[in-house]
């Protein structure tokens, strides 16, 4: 029987998530339909795109720009969050709790929350070879992005943190959240700063910033330098990537967070585990 799967987002037609899960769904030999789901920008009518596909027999939603908090909001007052959903305050993965529906839950009551971006980031990292046990990381952004990656990055085990932001003091408010919400980031020492502000030696550099959809370009201190710089964004040319690439560092852009990512919810979803080294040099070709 085929299953049936959505990304809800605004805009959604340039996603590529169901070229990504159709992909999956031909490795492990599964029948889905995975499209896109357009939905205006508002609450309200998230909420009955979520409830209609669910009760229409959906299996599972990717949740994207503008919706995860939204998302978020929808599954705390119902059917659950994971950890890092919580931590993350935003929902990219939807399903049903099947232990509620178990018992006698209404599918609308039992909406559940994942967030697979942090992890899924830190699976192609890991997936080019980049160490991140014991490395000294900056990470430059403070938004929703930014938020979901801290706790998988202290749980991959990395020796320090360092957030930058163009506005300070959402970097400093963010640290303070996601210590007053995780006691293992309580533990982990943060710094923020200024983007602007950011300089010395560091193992990694993050972009969790949306400057890419921008003409602006970070303003980043001569001084700044590492070994290895990943900017989470993908399919266009990228200042910041090629800013350290011209000093020697190994640069990625974010395509292969987004596999990343898919390959989570679908193992989520499905119980099928992805071979996402095949599937990425697929894609890549394609
Ligand atoms: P948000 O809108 O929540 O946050 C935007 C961040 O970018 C803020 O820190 C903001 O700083 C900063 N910023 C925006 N414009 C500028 C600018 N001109 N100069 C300096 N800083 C700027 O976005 P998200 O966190 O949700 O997304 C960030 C990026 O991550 C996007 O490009 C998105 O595509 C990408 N992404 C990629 C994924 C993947 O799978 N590869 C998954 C999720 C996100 P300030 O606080 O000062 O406004």
Not at 45 to 66: C, D, I, L, R, Y
Not at 181 to 188: F, K, N, R, T
Not at 235 to 250: D, T
């Amino acid at each position: 029987m085929t299953q049936h799967f959505i990304v809800i987002g605004n805009p959604i037609a340039h996603s590529k998530s169901p070229k990504i899960h159709t992909l999956f769904a031909e490795q492990t030999g599964i029948d889905i339909r995975y499209q896109r789901q357009y939905c205006p920008d508002d609450n309200a009518s998230f909420t009955a795109v979520v409830e209609a596909f669910f009760h229409g027999g959906g299996v599972g939603a990717n949740v994207t720009v503008p919706f995860k908090q939204v998302a978020y909001d929808c599954c705390l007052s119902r059917g659950g969050l994971s950890e890092h959903a919580k931590i993350a305050g935003a929902v990219n993965t939807l399903l049903l709790n099947k232990a509620l529906l178990d018992k006698g839950a209404p599918i609308a009551e039992a909406l559940y929350g994942d967030n697979t971006d942090g992890q899924g980031l830190i699976n192609h990292m890991t997936s080019l070879g980049w160490p991140l046990t014991g490395a000294r990381v900056a990470l430059i952004g403070a938004g929703g992005a930014a938020r979901g990656i801290v706790l998988p990055l202290i749980e991959a085990g990395i020796a320090s943190l360092t957030i930058a932001n163009r506005t300070l003091y959402k970097a400093t408010e963010l640290v303070n959240e996601l210590s007053a919400a995780s006691p293992m980031i309580a533990e982990q020492h943060i710094d923020a700063c200024e983007t602007a502000q950011l300089s010395g030696s560091f193992d990694m550099i993050i972009n969790a910033t949306s400057i890419g959809l921008s003409a602006d370009t970070l303003p980043l201190s001569e001084s700044l330098n590492c070994q290895y710089a990943y900017d989470m964004m993908y399919g266009r040319p990228l200042p910041f990537l090629q800013h350290f690439a011209a000093r020697s560092a190994q640069t990625s852009d974010g395509y292969g967070m987004l596999i990343g990512q898919a390959a989570l919810s679908f193992e989520r979803w499905t119980g099928h585990t992805i071979d996402v080294a095949q599937a990425t040099a697929i894609l890549n070709k394609s």
